[in-house]
C-alpha cells in the first residue's frame, strides 16, 4: 500500500493510531531530510518506508515502519 503525508496508519498488530510525518525517499529537495533518509536506510529501511509520529500521553513520539506492517485507518 502506498501511504502520503498525513494518513492515519496504524501497526497492524496494533497500537497507538500515527501519522504520517513523512516518506522515505520522496523528498528530494531538502537536503536534512536526505540525510535523514540515508540514515534510516543504514538501519534497514528503504524508500516508501514511512516515518510516523503519534501521542502517547502529551509525549510525542515518533517512528520508522516498513508499509508491509501498517494499515491505513479511516479519518471518517
Not at 492515519?8 to 522515505?24: A, D, E
Not at 529501511?45 to 491505513?72: I, P, Y
Request: net charge negative; aromatic share 10%; with cysteine.
Amino acid at each position: 500500500m502506498e501511504f502520503k503525508n498525513g494518513d492515519i496508519v496504524q501497526l497492524k498488530s496494533g497500537g497507538p493510531q500515527m501519522t504520517v510525518q513523512r516518506i522515505i525517499g520522496a523528498d528530494k529537495a531538502h537536503f536534512m531530510i536526505k540525510a535523514a533518509d540515508e540514515f534510516l536506510k543504514t538501519q534497514g529501511f528503504t524508500d516508501g518506508d514511512v516515518v510516523c509520529q503519534w501521542f502517547n500521553g502529551n509525549k510525542l513520539e515518533n517512528g520508522t515502519f516498513k508499509t508491509e506492517s501498517l494499515e491505513q485507518k479511516s479519518t471518517s
